[in-house]
C-alpha cells in the first residue's frame, strides 16, 4: 500500500494542476492569447530559474556522474536513429514521418518530467534536473535535424547552434552548473538572493502545468488514427520499457534511474506542435500526439513509478 500510494502522490498532483488549468480556461480566467503569453513568460524565466536551482542545491556527493550523463545522451540518439530506420518503413508520407520520429523521442520532461523527479527523491533532484539538461538540448538538435530531413532540406549547423545557445534552459541548466561549482569552492548565493531566485523558481513546474493543462484539447481525435497509435505504444510503452530495463541492466537506481525514466518515458513535448508548424510537419497529428500522449502517460508513470518502487529500484 505504501508504494501505491507514492505512486498516486506522484501522479494525482500533475493530474490536478492540469485539470486546474482546463477549468480555469473553461470559465474565461484566460484566453489562449494569454496562455502563449503565459507560456513563454515561464520558458523563458521560471523554468530556468527552477532548473538552475535543482542543479545548485544538489550536494557535491549527490551529483550525477560523468557516466550517467553520458548514458542519457546515447540512449535519447539511439532511440532517434532507431526511429530513423523504422518509420520510414511504416508511414509513407514525409510530413508525418517527421512529426511521428519527434513524437516518439521528443518528452516533455521539464513541465511533467521535474515534478516527478521533485516528489521522487527531493534531496537529489538536481541529479534528475541534469538529466533533463542533456536531454533539452540533445531532443532540441534531433528534432531540427528530423523535420528538416523529412521537409527535404539539408539542416542547417549554424541555426540549430544558435537555437542551443538561445535556449533558455539550457541557459539556466550552465549558470546553475556555474555556481554549483563556485559553491564547491566556498563562493556560495547571498541568502536573500537565494531566498528570492528559490521563490522564483518554485512559480515554474506549477505554473507550467496549469497552461499544459489549459493548452491541450482532450477530445477524440479526428484523424490520424494509426499513425497516432504508433506513436503512443511506441511513446508510452516501448521506448520507456526498453530504456528503463537497459537502465536497470546498467546498475542505475534511484535519482539517476529517476532521471533516466523521465527521459525515456515523459509524454511528447507540447513544443513538438509548434516546432512541427514552423517547420512543414503535419501540425493536426503532432497536436494529436501531445494530447494524447499526455493523457496516457497519467496511467502509465503511474504504472512505472508504482512497479519501480515496489521493486526497489527507486
Not at 35 to 57: E, G, H, Q
Not at 130 to 151: D, H, Q
Not at 249 to 274: N, Q
Not at 294 to 299: D, E, H, W
Amino acid at each position: 500500500m505504501e508504494h501505491l500510494a507514492t505512486s498516486v502522490n506522484v501522479v494525482l498532483p500533475l493530474f490536478l494542476l492540469m485539470l486546474s488549468g482546463k477549468l480555469m480556461k473553461r470559465i474565461n480566467l484566460f484566453d489562449q492569447r494569454t496562455l502563449d503569453i503565459m507560456n513563454k513568460v515561464t520558458f523563458r524565466t521560471f523554468l530556468p530559474v527552477s532548473l538552475a536551482m535543482s542543479i545548485y542545491n544538489t550536494s557535491h556527493k549527490n551529483m550525477a556522474q560523468p557516466s550517467f550523463l553520458a548514458f542519457t545522451f546515447a540512449g535519447t540518439v539511439l532511440v532517434c536513429l532507431i526511429m530513423l530506420v523504422i518509420i520510414p518503413r511504416i508511414e509513407p508520407e514525409n510530413a508525418r514521418r517527421g512529426v511521428m520520429i519527434q513524437g516518439i523521442m521528443r518528452g516533455n520532461s521539464v513541465i511533467f518530467g521535474l515534478p516527478i523527479g521533485m516528489i521522487l527523491c527531493p534531496d537529489e533532484v538536481g541529479t534528475v534536473a541534469l538529466a533533463v539538461a542533456v536531454v533539452v538540448p540533445t531532443i532540441n538538435i534531433l528534432s531540427v535535424v528530423v523535420l528538416e530531413i523529412f521537409r527535404g532540406q539539408k539542416p542547417a549547423p549554424r541555426k540549430i547552434l544558435r537555437g542551443i545557445l538561445h535556449n533558455p534552459l539550457v541557459i539556466g541548466s550552465a549558470i546553475g552548473l556555474l555556481f554549483w561549482e563556485l559553491k564547491g569552492l566556498g563562493i556560495g548565493i547571498p541568502q536573500a538572493v537565494y531566498t528570492a531566485l528559490s521563490d522564483f523558481g518554485k512559480l515554474g513546474t506549477p505554473l507550467a502545468l496549469i497552461i499544459l493543462g489549459g493548452s491541450v484539447d482532450f477530445g477524440l481525435p479526428r484523424g490520424h488514427k494509426r499513425q497516432l497509435l504508433i506513436v503512443l505504444v511506441a511513446r508510452l510503452v516501448l521506448v520507456p520499457v526498453a530504456g528503463v530495463t537497459a537502465s536497470i541492466m546498467a546498475g542505475y537506481r534511484g535519482a539517476e534511474l529517476v532521471g533516466l525514466l523521465i527521459a525515456f518515458g515523459a509524454p511528447t513535448a507540447v513544443s513538438s506542435f509548434t516546432m512541427a508548424q514552423e517547420m512543414g510537419g503535419d501540425s493536426e497529428l503532432a497536436g494529436q500526439i501531445v494530447v494524447w500522449t499526455t493523457a496516457g502517460s497519467l496511467v502509465t508513470m503511474f504504472v512505472y513509478v508504482f512497479l519501480l518502487r515496489s521493486l526497489g529500484f527507486i
